[in-house]
């Protein structure tokens, strides 16, 4: 079984920074791939980028250039550092791992970008 915990919402202006954390709770986690989603309201979850246990990464189109994701595999950590917000930005952000074919979830941390 993998808990994820994420942190690090909040209300920011647009154009404002933000850093979320996602912590996994196993051992297993330098052998997740991992990925950040997002739901805005009214709207299906999208994923927003990815990361390999290798360390390789993508991005949804909206997000190239703002957004960065990286992961720290001894403190079993992913973050994703949001630059340049947007309104359109505003979502519940998710932590996600896959590991063989399990699909594991963390519970979401809201990200409002409003003046």
């Known amino acids: 079984q993998v808990q994820l915990v994420e942190s690090g919402g909040g209300l920011v202006q647009p154009g404002g920074s933000l850093r979320l954390s996602c912590v996994a709770s196993?051992?297993?986690?330098?052998?997740?791939?991992m990925g950040w989603y997002r739901q805005a309201p009214g709207k299906e979850r999208e994923l927003v980028a990815t990361?390999?246990?290798?360390?390789?990464?993508t991005y949804t189109d909206s997000v190239k250039g703002r957004f960065t994701i990286s992961r720290d595999n001894a403190k079993k950590a992913m973050y994703l550092q949001m630059n340049s917000l947007k309104p359109e930005d505003t979502a519940v952000y998710y932590c996600?791992?896959?590991?063989?074919?399990?699909?594991?979830w963390g519970q979401g941390t809201q990200v409002t970008v409003s003046s």
């Open positions: 996600n791992a896959l590991f063989g074919l399990k699909n594991y």
């Open positions: 196993t051992i297993i986690f330098r052998f997740c791939d």
């Open positions: 990361i390999t246990s290798g360390s390789s990464t």
